[in-house]
Nanobody, 119 residues
Framework: VQLQAFGGGLVQAGGSLRLSCAAS????????MAWYCQAPGKQRELVAR???????NYADSVKGRFTISRDNAKMTVYLQMNSLKPEDTAVYYC??????????????WGQGTQVTVSS
């Protein structure tokens, strides 16, 4: 199972970015899809998660500013990031967990995409 992330970049504070991440491979089903971020010198942490049924949860720091969504048919997860702050600067990684076609569980990570917010 492979995840390919797109959409990072450089934006001014208060601006917006939309990240997307598409899964591919021998996938039977995807249960949860999520975005994590890792700033320099810090641990990777959860930004937002969405289940196959659409239940979402967010880190407190992004509530009201970021929105996670998914297109199950396209096996793609999105992260709409609004009102960006310099402290949102990090590498953002997508994650997916589910069942492969051989019925084995998988948990895969995308390659990471850099988000830089200037003040």
């Amino acid at each position: 199972v492979q995840l390919q992330a797109f959409g990072g970049g450089l934006v001014q504070a208060g601006g917006s970015l939309r990240l997307s991440c598409a899964a591919s491979g021998s996938i039977f089903s995807i249960n949860t899809m999520a975005w994590y971020c890792q700033a320099p010198g810090k641990q990777r942490e959860l930004v937002a998660r969405i289940t196959s049924g659409g239940t979402t949860n967010y880190a407190d720091s992004v509530k009201g500013r970021f929105t996670i969504s998914r297109d199950n048919a396209k096996m793609t997860v999105y992260l709409q990031m609004n009102s960006l702050k310099p402290e949102d600067t990090a590498v953002y990684y997508c994650n997916a967990e589910g069942l492969a076609e051989d019925w084995r569980k998988f948990a895969s990570w995308g390659q990471g995409t850099q988000v830089t917010v200037s003040s």
